[in-house]
Antibody
Framework: EVQLVESGGVVIQPGGSLRLSCAAS????????MHWVRQAPGKGLEWVSL????????YYVDSVKGRFTISRDNSKNSLYLQMNSLTTEDTAFYYC???????????????WGQGALVTVSS | QPVLTQPPSASASLGASVTLTCTLS???????VDWYQQRPGKGPRFVMR????????SKGDGIPDRFSVLGSGLNRYLTIKNIQEEDESDYHC?????????????FGPGTKVTVL
């Protein structure tokens, strides 16, 4: 059974930094690209970032470019999101998500974590 | 880039049917759309993918036969027949776009379904 478990969500002041983690199990992690998707409370989903299976390429939504960095450690079956210069607009549940197809950068997301809440507030 | 539009809410009486619509912006009529269900307090769950020819691939794990999709023009539909209390959820549509360094995934605003 595929499991994705996010951690690292906290309350943090504007301008602060935070790293989220996603622990993956139940599938061959290094075969898949991985994504972060966020959801502000009461709002819709927003795709945030993608990293290819080997960590060689990363993509970001415009609103986080230059502030967020996605990374992975295939030896630890783990995905990360380093978040810097946080603003109140970054307050959201952050989900890691796995695409269906091996090697594909984009495909529908067939597995999701339960989410980690990041609250940016003074 | 494509924009996905969804009505904010829909409702149906227990046992009735409801059809949700996800509308692609002009010029993207060939795009497939993915439907996700999100129950209160939970992460999203894949329902199925739809193109102009209907379902693409398989339904998500555990998605009942009561769920079906259709695609026409810029619209992608998700129909829930014989709606049950457990179907009360937010439903999101999404689509991937682009290639190379300009690739991303876009979601619609979501539709909240209430079972009366």
């Amino acid at each position: 059974e595929v499991q994705l478990v996010e951690s690292g969500g906290v309350v943090i002041q504007p301008g602060g930094s935070l790293r989220l983690s996603c622990a993956a199990s139940g599938f061959t992690f290094h075969d898949y690209a991985m994504h972060w998707v966020r959801q502000a409370p009461g709002k819709g989903l927003e795709w945030v970032s993608l990293i290819t299976w080997d960590g060689g390429s990363a993509y970001y939504v415009d609103s986080v470019k230059g502030r967020f960095t996605i990374s992975r450690d295939n030896s630890k079956n783990s995905l990360y999101l380093q978040m810097n210069s946080l603003t109140t607009e970054d307050t959201a549940f952050y989900y890691c998500a796995k695409p269906r197809a091996i090697g594909a950068r984009f495909d529908y997301f067939d597995s999701w974590g339960q989410g980690a809440l990041v609250t940016v507030s003074s | 880039q494509p924009v996905l539009t969804q009505p904010p809410s829909a409702s149906a009486s227990l046992g009735a049917s409801v059809t949700l619509t996800c509308t692609l912006s002009s010029g993207y009529s060939n795009y497939m759309v993915d439907w996700y269900q999100q129950r209160p307090g939970k992460g999203p769950r894949f329902v199925m993918r739809v193109g102009t020819g209907g379902i693409v691939g398989s339904k998500g794990d555990g998605i009942p036969d009561r769920f079906s999709v259709l695609g026409s023009g810029l619209n992608r539909y998700l129909t829930i027949k014989n709606i049950q209390e457990e179907d009360e959820s937010d439903y999101h549509c999404g689509a991937d776009h682009g290639s190379g360094s300009n690739a991303f995934y876009v979601f619609g605003p979501g539709t909240k379904v209430t079972v009366l």
